[in-house]
């Protein structure tokens, strides 16, 4: 079996168009599975999810499914295999499509991997995350290639757009509360509407674009040093700022509110806005109060992801 997780914007979003630093953690609360089994003789590749009416779908019948059908494409064509395996795909994902968690790139990274394991061979992270990134722009054009580096590295990313993509470790485990407000606005429209404020006011959300970016650098540092009490703080600036780019609404605002006044540190609202998730960084003991209030206070759905410190390596 095959698992991808989830990704999450810790830090950074809409400034990190305008060239700034963002940060992504893995999200680990949700995830895609793929599990690869043999097929008789001849029946070549075949795909089957949970929700499907049928089982064992061959890939000539779900040809208007890229998200699928693309990633095997290209796992074959990376181990220059031209004769179809007999194989069955069977996904399951827990992954809620256009949440801001990467549902697409954790699809295409376990289904290109489990592809290359059922053939017994092995692809590089580099490798993979490059096919990956492929996948990512049938669905988004042209993507920044945060989503697909964080979920095939499984690690936090620093990221300035078409230059640093870098992983890195945190010096310590920290814990985020993941809350659903319950609506979503899609990402390109608060992209779109901020790019509008820009255009109409560039001094003064320069400015706010830069304050942004500092915190994600001096967020960074911190998370290395393992000083997260820290970070909750910058995560409320940085939720401050965002609301003045417009990009909040009262009910991201409530419950960053709520989760504050229920042991958080800090909490911002994540991804593309005016809706969807907001995070908050807690500590363990305080987890279970901070998620009901939530939930009391219309969180339709709260998520548990603990950032894991890597293991010293010598
Ligand atoms: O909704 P998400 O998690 O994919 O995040 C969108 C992040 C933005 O900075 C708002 C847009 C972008 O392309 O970076």
């Known amino acids: 079996m095959t698992r991808a997780y989830g990704k999450l ?46 089982p064992n779908l061959p890939l000539a019948e779900i040809s208007n499914m890229p998200a699928i059908t ?54 590089s992270k580099d490798a993979l995350n490059h096919l990956v990134y492929e996948v990512e722009k049938i669905h988004h054009g042209t993507p920044s290639g945060i989503d697909n580096s964080v979920i095939v590295y499984e690690q936090p990313i620093y990221f300035v757009r078409d230059q640093i993509l870098q992983p890195f470790s945190v010096g310590r485990d920290f814990h985020l509360l993941v809350a659903h407000v319950g609506h979503a606005t899609p990402t390109y429209e608060t992209v779109s509407d901020v790019r509008k404020l820009y255009e109409a006011k560039p001094e003064r959300i320069g400015l706010i674009l830069d304050h942004i970016g500092q915190i994600v650098e001096d967020a960074r540092a911190l998370l290395e040093r393992g000083e997260h009490n820290g970070l909750g ?82």
């Open 9 to 54: 914007i810790l830090l950074g979003e809409h400034a990190v168009v305008y060239g700034k630093p963002a940060i992504a953690v893995p999200l680990g609360a949700v995830y895609v599975d793929v599990d690869a089994e043999a097929n008789t003789a001849g029946s070549g590749i075949t795909v089957s999810a949970p929700n499907w009416a049928q």
């Open 70 to 123: 693309k990633p095997i494409e290209l796992a074959l064509r990376h181990l220059d295999i031209e004769t179809s395996p007999d194989v069955n795909l069977h996904i399951r994902s827990t992954i809620p499509i256009a949440s801001g968690f990467g549902s697409g790139a954790a699809l295409a990274s376990a289904l290109i991997q489990s592809m290359i394991d059922f053939l017994g061979q092995s692809i």
């Open 233 to 314: 703080a910058m995560m409320n600036q940085n939720h401050e700022w965002l609301r003045q780019l417009t990009v909040s609404d009262e009910s991201l605002d409530h419950l960053c509110q709520v989760a504050r006044e229920n042991g958080a540190w800090g909490a911002k609202l994540s991804g593309g806005g005016r809706g969807g998730n907001l995070i908050a960084l807690i500590s363990p003991e305080q987890i279970g109060q901070c998620e009901s209030a939530l939930r009391d206070a219309g969180a339709t759905q709260v998520l548990h992801t603990t950032i894991k410190a890597q293991p010293p390596t010598d």
